[in-house]
């Protein structure tokens, strides 16, 4: 009997750090809306990436933003200046959330992702 609670207890525990993870900012990546960004899109020394596919990214994008798709990010990071913050954007927020995280293990030190991405852009 106290074999299955803390075995219950232990798969719980598990499913919570998993959701906890996977929705916690990471230090140094910071999350605004799209509504912040129009603010941010006015400061030239700073970086926007739309990690989209061409074809997304062809249908509507924002002024400012260069398209380098999440399956090429890793190896067209060498555009992006390690030193300079980064803004990145996606369909709905989540590509760009996995976007960030691949720029911070990379080693840049300021990323923000933009929550809701395109679908909250107006």
Same mark, same amino acid.
């Given at each position: 009997?106290?074999?299955?609670?803390?075995?219950?207890?232990?798969?719980?525990?598990?499913?919570?750090?998993?959701?906890?993870?996977?929705?916690?900012?990471?230090?140094?990546?910071?999350?605004?809306?799209?509504?912040?960004?129009?603010? &941010?899109?006015?400061?030239?020394?700073?970086?926007?990436?739309?990690?989209?596919?061409?074809?997304?990214?062809?249908?509507?994008?924002?002024?400012?933003?260069?398209?380098?798709?999440?399956? &090429?990010?890793?190896?067209?990071?060498?555009?992006?200046?390690?030193?300079?913050?980064?803004?990145?954007?996606?369909?709905?927020?989540?590509?760009?959330?996995?976007?960030?995280?691949?720029?911070?293990?990379?080693?840049?030190?300021?990323?923000?992702?933009?929550?809701?991405?395109?679908?909250?852009?107006?």
């Amino acid at each position: 009997m106290n074999e299955s609670i803390f075995i219950n207890i232990l798969i719980f525990g598990f499913i919570l750090l998993f959701v906890f993870q996977r929705f916690i900012t990471r230090k140094g990546m910071k999350q605004i809306t799209t509504t912040e960004l129009k603010r &941010e899109l006015e400061d030239k020394k700073k970086q926007f990436i739309d990690v989209r596919t061409p074809s997304e990214f062809r249908t509507k994008h924002i002024k400012g933003f260069q398209n380098i798709p999440l399956a &090429e990010l890793r190896q067209q990071s060498h555009h992006l200046s390690k030193e300079r913050e980064v803004f990145v954007i996606c369909q709905s927020g989540m590509r760009s959330a996995k976007g960030s995280r691949v720029l911070r293990k990379l080693g840049f030190k300021r990323v923000t992702n933009i929550k809701g991405g395109m679908n909250t852009w107006i």
